[in-house]
Every structure is written in structure tokens, then in C-alpha cells.
């Protein structure tokens, strides 16, 4: 739990300090939006890939797997 803990908060810390630099930094309002965009994008697929390593690393764990959704 604690691992799984510490992993949602640095992907949360790391979101809202690229959105702060991001929003920070002297850019036109399209190329913001769209870096903002691209990062957002890039953190979601992270954060699908750690789901999938977890799910992995349990069903190793526990010897089973089964689908949710």
C-alpha cells in the first residue's frame, strides 16, 4: 500500500508542477494549450502503464488473473 501511495503522489506532484511550469512560462495561448495538452496525454499513459505493471506484478504475486471491466 505503501508503494502504491507513493506512486499516485510523485504522478500528482509531477502533474501539478508541469501544469505550474507550464502555465508559468511566457507562451501564446495555442502553444500552451497544447503543451499543457501533450502532457497531460503523456502523464495519463504513465499512469495507464503503472496500472498494468501493478495488475501484472499482483496476479504474480497471487497466482491468479482475472479481468476486471
Given at each position: 500500500m505503501r508503494t502504491i501511495s507513493f506512486v499516485?503522489?510523485?504522478?500528482c506532484g509531477g502533474a501539478v508542477g508541469a501544469v505550474a511550469a507550464l502555465l508559468l512560462a511566457p507562451?501564446?495561448?495555442?502553444?500552451l494549450r497544447a503543451r499543457v495538452r501533450d502532457e497531460v496525454d503523456h502523464l495519463v499513459g504513465e499512469a495507464r502503464q503503472a496500472a498494468v505493471d501493478k495488475r501484472a506484478e499482483l496476479s504474480?504475486?497471487?497466482?491468479?488473473?482475472?479481468?476486471?471491466?
Open positions: 499516485a503522489g510523485a504522478l507562451l501564446a495561448g495555442q502553444e504474480a504475486r497471487f497466482g491468479r488473473h482475472e479481468e476486471i471491466g
